[in-house]
T-cell receptor, first 117, second 114 residues
Framework: AQKITQTQPGMFVQEKEAVTLDCTYDTSDPSYGLFWYKQPSSGEMIFLIYQGSYDQQNATEGRYSLNFQKARKSANLVISASQLGDSAMYFCAMREPSDTGRRALTFGSGTRLQVQP | GAVVSQHPSRVICKSGTSVKIECRSLDFQATTMFWYRQFPKQSLMLMATSNEGSKATYEQGVEKDKFLINHASLTLSTLTVTSAHPEDSSFYIC??????????FGPGTRLTVT
């Protein structure tokens, strides 16, 4: 069974600074995908970044980058130059192995990020 | 990009009544749709998986007779909460797979049962 762990219930960061949100995972499948989503107070799930287990390089999407350390089974999200609009819940998720057929996502417990002016 | 809509965005119903929530993929065909539930300050928990034309697969602990899922076409899945009770009040969110790597979420439906 897969498991996603986010150990930081809440984080504070000053505007314009960088912040790292931690995520560790556990899976026995050699092929997997890791996602980060942002959930503002409106509730919508906003896709931020994806990392495949066989990707050679760490994923980057604008101000978001994923610090993927496969041996440590960690996939931390780095947000650079934080903005007030980054204040939200952030979820790390793992996609089920392909042999399940359905490929549902398993989510971590989330980290609430608050950006301070 | 791929868009998934949900309707209604908010609904208030009385205890004992049924509520239907629609999830539509607007610009792609969804091979699989997922229904998640999120209680306040908690994470998303998968309730069920639906594929077009076949019965939904429910997660352990989710009552299939209470949460009826119909996946009538490749662009529409519906979740009906039957005989709703206050403890069913939650945020229900669907997602849709496009057959590839993408999985796209709807904006969610906030259900309040009084």
């Amino acid at each position: 069974a897969q498991k996603i762990t986010q150990t930081q219930p809440g984080m504070f960061v000053q505007e314009k600074e960088a912040v790292t949100l931690d995520c560790t995972y556990d899976t026995s499948d050699p092929s997997y995908g890791l996602f980060w989503y942002k959930q503002p107070s409106s509730g919508e799930m906003i896709f931020l970044i994806y990392q495949g287990s066989y990707d050679q390089q760490n994923a980057t999407e604008g101000r978001y980058s994923l610090n993927f350390q496969k041996a440590r089974k960690s996939a931390n999200l780095v947000i650079s130059a934080s903005q007030l609009g980054d204040s939200a819940m952030y979820f790390c998720a793992m996609r089920e192995p392909s042999d399940t057929g359905r490929r549902a996502l398993t989510f971590g417990s989330g980290t609430r990020l608050q950006v301070q002016p | 990009g791929a868009v998934v809509s949900q309707h209604p965005s908010r609904v208030i119903c009385k205890s004992g009544t049924s509520v239907k929530i629609e999830c539509r993929s607007l610009d792609f065909q969804a091979t699989t749709m997922f229904w998640y539930r999120q209680f306040p300050k908690q994470s998303l928990m998968l309730m069920a998986t639906s594929n077009e034309g076949s019965k939904a697969t429910y997660e352990q602990g989710v009552e299939k007779d209470k949460f009826l899922i119909n996946h009538a076409s490749l662009t529409l899945s519906t979740l009906t909460v039957t005989s709703a009770h206050p403890e069913d009040s939650s945020f229900y969110i669907c997602s849709a797979r496009d057959g590839g790597r993408g999985q796209y979420f709807g904006p969610g439906t906030r259900l309040t049962v009084t």
